[in-house]
């Protein structure tokens, strides 16, 4: 990785398991062993009265919301990085620092082996992984044109446009690839940096890189790839290593199209050629 600045600034992987009631009785334990690990910031916790799922994680067929949902975040000391524990059944690694493919499946397998050592686990949902990157080509010297794939320009690409100022847009495509749902999401956002609604529970508490929100008034976009088990994949018995053998293809989906998306200019800009 050269000194240049990646795009990438929030990184999700998420596992969906079986419900936990007794979930809180065991978070002092999970808490005191991450601590050993380097997380030794705050636990943050929350109760709601309805399911909302900041994660994207779909619920499996057949699993009914539920009236209350308590989670619990062990986040480490800089607040860049946390572990999400959700007695509905969801368990999440979450980053705003940039990291490398082989230090996020470290710390998703470490989060995972000390949960599953805790709690023994017994039924594997889901698995996903979903990563937000800042295209704003402005801070080298460019425009958005030179940094995204044509397809994203939408009407700015027509003749009829050109002179007008770009305002707010948004371009949203789901797909499927074998078990596997892909969402991808184009946002661009004219006056400063932003974000959807469904994420912000999830960078609750997260420090972020100062340069994300320094530069208001300036264009740019955010590209933002969901790729996770589909809701229909039947449930099946839980394993350390088929989580990280699904996690590996959820990431190498996401990276093919987030290369896809954007132009070699772009990437040589982020170091990432």
Request: aromatic share 8%.
């Amino acid at each position: 990785m050269t000194d240049k600045r990646p795009p990438v600034f929030l990184t999700i992987a998420a596992v969906t398991h079986e419900p936990l009631k007794a979930l809180g009785g065991y978070i002092p334990q999970i808490q005191d062993s991450l601590r050993k690990l380097g997380y030794s910031g705050q636990l943050q916790e929350s109760t709601l009265s309805h399911l909302e799922n900041p994660l994207l994680v779909a619920l499996p067929a057949g699993m009914k919301p539920a009236a209350v949902e308590n989670t619990y975040s062990v986040f480490t000391a800089d607040t860049r990085s946390a572990f999400t524990f959700n007695d509905q059944g969801i368990f999440a690694y979450h980053t705003t620092a940039y990291t490398t493919r082989a230090a996020l499946f470290k710390q998703v397998r470490m989060g995972l082996e000390i949960f599953h050592q805790h709690v023994q686990l017994q039924t594997l949902r889901r698995v996903g992984a979903r990563m937000l990157d800042l295209i704003r080509p402005s801070d080298s010297g460019h425009t958005v044109a030179s940094y995204v794939a044509p397809s994203f320009r939408g009407f700015e690409a027509i003749s009829a446009t050109e002179g007008w100022a770009t305002g707010l847009s948004t371009f949203e495509q789901r797909f499927s690839d074998g078990d596997a749902e892909v969402i991808a999401k184009f946002d661009c956002l004219p006056d400063g940096f932003g974000l959807r609604a469904d994420i912000m529970s999830t960078m609750q508490g997260h420090a972020l890189p100062p340069h994300l929100t320094s530069v208001p008034g300036v264009l740019h976009a955010i590209l933002d790839i969901d790729s996770g088990t589909r809701a229909s994949i039947e449930p099946r018995a839980f394993s350390i290593d088929a989580v990280m053998d699904e996690l590996g293809g959820h990431k190498d989906r996401i990276s093919r199209l987030f290369r896809a998306s954007v132009t070699p200019l772009a990437l040589s800009e982020w170091g990432l050629q």
